[in-house]
């Protein structure tokens, strides 16, 4: 196969493009693309491998508009179901309100592959501009991002190197944060709790950060917990009496999220555990839920309705700036210790 052409990252691939990479004819590519004529297995292999690797995604509008957008903003993030996320899409409709834009959701349950498809079908469409929660992808979507010719917005996290813009926290940072809280409050035999990682990269750059700031004060996770699936007040529960009955003599628990960890004070208030005398609890996203708890779990903001409308402020074109494209802004979560960290 021959070199891939070298294209400007601000201008639509075309089929040409798919083609110099491929080293077959524009009508052959157009065939394979949508499926149709004859064409052996090898050509339409070495096709959807350029494709791919090019990040080229064929355009669903026909005719006159061909060459033009549509008033679609693709918007990308992993799950509604978590009290997270609603949050940011709200940020993201107000400022989008009068500026003729429209989000559109695709979720990915925290699949790679899931991500890359719906990325694909957003794209066909000629969106106005993305936003999409992370900076990890797979390297066709990446291609695809890089590719698109609009702007791309990452958000929720800045610990990474974005495609164009991002707009978040830097997780690592958070998580060192409130290691140096925990610690500061006299707390030693520290336990974690959270989702396994291999998809949710901000959880595991939380751990990590947290990791650190406990290194530095010479302590080392006394135990850890992990489970698979969505986060709910029973998993926590369940997760808590299971480390505790394992490890009875942790002082402290930080909740990779404010719902496990939720679960984990009903937990230990039902018990008759002293929090947060005998055992401290922490979270992470500062949802209203904890608002309802009958003790305020500790947790952090992690600036969901600011990453919001600062992603959709750069697509619209609305920065002060005026720049539209090329901007990384971290935002700095608050820590908020509640009555589940014993006050210094």
């Known amino acids: 196969m021959s070199k891939p052409p070298v294209v400007d990252p601000r201008r639509t691939l075309t089929l040409r493009d798919v083609s110099e990479a491929s080293g077959v ?6 065939r394979v693309l949508r499926n149709r004529g004859d064409v052996s297995d090898s050509t339409r292999e070495r096709v959807l491998e350029a494709a791919r690797n090019l990040g080229y995604v064929p355009n669903k509008i026909a ?17 509604m179901s978590n009290m997270v996320f609603p949050e940011v899409m709200m940020g ?3 400022t989008l309100e009068d500026t003729g834009l429209q989000p559109v959701v695709g979720i990915t349950n925290y699949s790679p592959d899931r991500e890359e498809s719906v990325l694909y079908e957003m794209l ?3 969106p106005s501009g993305v936003i999409i929660a992370g900076l990890e992808h797979t390297p066709a979507a990446r291609a695809m991002l890089e590719s698109a010719g609009i702007p791309i917005v990452e958000i929720m996290d800045v610990d990474g190197d974005p495609v164009d813009s991002a707009v978040g926290i830097s997780h690592r940072r958070a998580g060192r944060q409130m290691a140096e809280a925990i610690v500061a409050a006299g707390y030693r035999r520290i336990g974690f709790l959270g989702t396994k990682m291999p998809e949710d990269h901000r959880a595991r750059k939380r751990l990590e950060g947290f990791r650190d700031g406990l290194a530095k004060a010479g302590i080392s996770l006394a135990d850890e917990e992990f489970y698979a ?7 926590g529960r369940e997760m808590t009496e299971a480390i505790l009955a394992r490890t009875p003599d942790l002082d402290f628990l930080y909740f990779s999220n404010d719902m496990i960890g939720a679960g984990g004070l009903l937990y230990c208030l039902a018990q008759g555990i002293d929090v947060p005398g005998r055992l401290g609890l ?4 500062g949802v209203e839920l904890l608002d309802g708890l009958p003790r305020k779990l500790a947790t952090m903001d992690a600036c969901r309705r600011e990453i919001g409308i600062h992603a959709a402020e750069i697509i619209a074109g609305k920065r002060p700036s005026g720049i539209v494209g090329g901007e990384v802004i971290e935002l700095s979560p ?11």
């Open 25 to 30: 004819s524009e009508m052959t590519v157009s």
């Open 229 to 235: 699936g969505g986060s709910a007040l029973l998993k």
């Open 63 to 79: 005719g006159a508009l061909a060459s033009q957008r549509v008033n679609l903003v693709a918007v990308i993030i992993p799950s």
């Open 334 to 344: 608050t820590l908020q210790p509640g009555d589940t960290i014993r006050k210094g």
């Open 124 to 126: 066909s469409w000629r």
């Open 92 to 94: 993201i409709s107000d």
């Open 282 to 285: 922490a979270g992470f996203n």
